[in-house]
Nanobody, 115 residues
Framework: QVQLVESGGGLVQAGGSLRLSCVGS????????VGWYRQAPGKQRELVAI???????MYSDSVKGRFTISRDNAKNTAYLQMNSLKPEDTAVYYC?????????WGLGTQVTVSS
């Protein structure tokens, strides 16, 4: 059974930092692409950052230069380092793994940025 568990969310002031973690079980991390998505109230879920199996990364324009995705395949863990946080970054952040047409989601972790 595949399970993804996110952690590290919380309340932070604008300009602050948070580091999200996503721990996977039931899968071998290094053969999956890993992505972080977010969903703000009343909005659709959107891609934040993605790390391919080879380790290449891609970011949405809204977080480029502020967020960094990384992964530790030996620990089956992915991270999202979020710096210079803005109130508009407030959302539930979800971890996703995908391989071919198969994907799994975590339950999410809430990030709230106060102004």
């Amino acid at each position: 059974q595949v399970q993804l568990v996110e952690s590290g969310g919380g309340l932070v002031q604008a300009g602050g930092s948070l580091r999200l973690s996503c721990v996977g079980s039931g899968i071998t991390f290094n053969i999956w692409a890993v992505g972080w998505y977010r969903q703000a109230p009343g909005k659709q879920r959107e891609l934040v950052a993605i790390s391919s199996r080879s380790g290449s990364t891609m970011y949405s324009d809204s977080v480029k230069g502020r967020f960094t995705i990384s992964r530790d395949n030996a620990k089956n863990t992915a991270y999202l380092q979020m710096n210079s946080l803005k109130p508009e970054d407030t959302a539930v952040y979800y971890c996703n793994v995908i391989r071919d047409t198969t994907g799994y989601w975590g339950l999410g972790t809430q990030v709230t940025v106060s102004s």
